[in-house]
């Protein structure tokens, strides 16, 4: 192995296109507990906009890698792992040492097995939107066949995967997304129905798709006044995942509200199950590899770019002009 390699590297705070470089950096050695993976495909994700810009909650020191997801082969162990030298898998990377590297050292606890019958590219892609949709609607939200699902932001990252969860879990899913391509996207993906915010409104239409009951369960990646008028069509005993603030200001709950209408308000933080519920994150992948292999899940990539076009990805999230995921391929 080479005693170098190429890594984007942050030197300061910003947007990716102005604070990305492309270093040359020591290959990294594992330390006990940990692998050394080849990188062949890394997934992009709004966090890595919030990263850049030191908006993440977590907030690695400078200069720092991002990237959250990789997928490759193992190349070094550390002492005390089970993954082997040449084993094909899936990886969550945490920055500073982040997956926008050609060799990413990450623990082994954060290490899951790729089946043959998925390939890098789809393993990248899946791993943190597919992760984050199965523990929302299944662990979080207990979604039960024939409960409507509404998802916002439908032709995003982790909105794409809950569309197609969703209908694999058999719910009736409506999606929003701005825009008819965006929305022709989520009807794609399988959504029974969909929104164009800015031709509808999508509390309108749940209210007379569900005869004025609301969704039993809405997944919330946006925030703001998505997740506000949210409140006004959940149903009876309905529940509102909170995912993520993709829109920027992070809404606040009238508990008399939640009280009067009898809904529930649900958190839900993928990456905290690592080391609280170990065993949660395996049992999923297990779930997912299943339902990938039976065909009735399968990731919409919007973009496949190169390792030297990984800012671009970047921006383009930032921008929100990714459709579905954005993937980095060497
Ligand atoms: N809770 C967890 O464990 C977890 C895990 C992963 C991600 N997340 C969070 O989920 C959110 C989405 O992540 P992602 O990777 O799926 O991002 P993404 O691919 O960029 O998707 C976000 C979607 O939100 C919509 N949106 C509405 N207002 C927006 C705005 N002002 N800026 C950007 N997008 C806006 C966009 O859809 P339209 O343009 O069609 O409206 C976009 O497709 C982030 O806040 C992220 O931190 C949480």
Known sequence: MSATMRAWRAHELGEAADVLHLDDVDTPKPGPGEVVIEVEAAGLNFPDVLLLRGQYQERPALPFTPGLE?????????????????????????????????????????????PDSMSSLTAAAMLITYQTGYLALHRRAQLRPGETLLVHGGAGGVGSAAI???????????ATATGAERAAACRRL?????????????????????????ADVVYDPVGGDVFDRSRRCVAFEGRILVIGFAGGRIPEVPT??????????????????????????????????????????????G????????????????ERRAMGKIVVVR
């Open 70 to 114: 990789i997928a490759g082969r193992v190349v070094a162990t550390g002492t005390g792992t089970r993954l082997s030298a040449g084993q094909r898998v899936v990886a969550v990377a945490s920055p500073p040492r982040g997956g926008l590297a050609e060799r990413v050292c990450v623990a082994a606890a954060d290490v899951l097995p790729l």
């Open 164 to 174: 197609q969860l969703g209908c694999a879990a058999g719910a009736r899913v409506i």
């Open 190 to 214: 399988g959504a029974d129905v969909t929104v164009d915010n800015t031709a509808a409104d999508f509390v309108e239409v749940v209210k007379e798709l569900t005869r004025g009951r609301g």
């Open 256 to 301: 008399n509200h939640v009280l009067v209408k009898n809904y529930a308000v649900v958190g839900v933080h993928w990456g905290l199950y690592r080391r609280v519920l170990p065993h949660v994150v395996p049992d999923i992948h297990e779930h997912l590899v299943d339902l990938h292999r039976e065909g009735l899940i399968d990731p919409l990539i």
């Open 303 to 318: 973009a496949e770019l190169t390792f030297e076009q990984a800012p671009q990805g970047i921006t383009m999230l930032a």
